[in-house]
């Protein structure tokens, strides 16, 4: 999923319209019309105005009203001649693009830990265990440290314990033994 900052407007929300006659040909020049569904709220006509990237991709242009909500953000398009489609993003209250401390600034640079990936059981994308971290870890952002096939990648625990954390979502890779996991807003 993608994620973008509340009330942001420096990334689009990006979809891909592809042709109704083989529902895999990407359609370019198309007129798509957007509604938009803010955190479970009814369909409604986006403030943004769309474009055509190219290659079937199109965008509606980041738009502060368009992100105001957070939690899920549908994007629903159609154009004729084109299957319709949908995108989901999430609106979330920090930056992703923030590196240094997701441009939460209530929340110091050592509110944090380290939890270190453990061998056994074999890490998957979206499970593994983890040493050095104590404490509740629900609702809190993480990012790999560098040198792991994540670094930099974010997400958030929802749940689980500080040994065995569940994501949001998987990981774009199962981490490696070793690699070390920051999260945020844990104070040993």
Known sequence: MKIRKQNQTA??????????????????????????????????????????????????????????????????????GADPTDEEFQVAAYDPDDSAALGLSA??????????????????TSAFTLSGLAGNVANRACYFKSGSANAGEWNEITGGTATNPTFYRAWSSAPAAGDQLVVLGLVK
Do not use: R
């Open 11 to 80: 990334h689009p929300l990006q979809f891909m319209l592809v042709s109704s006659s083989d529902h895999i040909t990407p359609l370019t020049g198309a007129t798509p019309t957007a509604v938009i569904s803010k955190n479970g709220g009814a369909f409604a006509a986006p403030a943004a105005a769309i474009s055509e990237i190219g290659n079937g991709w199109y965008q509606l242009a980041g738009n502060a009203t368009d992100c105001n909500s957070l939690g899920p953000l549908i994007v629903h398009a159609t154009a004729s």
């Open 107 to 124: 929340i110091p640079p050592q509110a944090h830990q380290v939890g270190t990936v453990a061998a056994s059981p074999s890490p998957t």
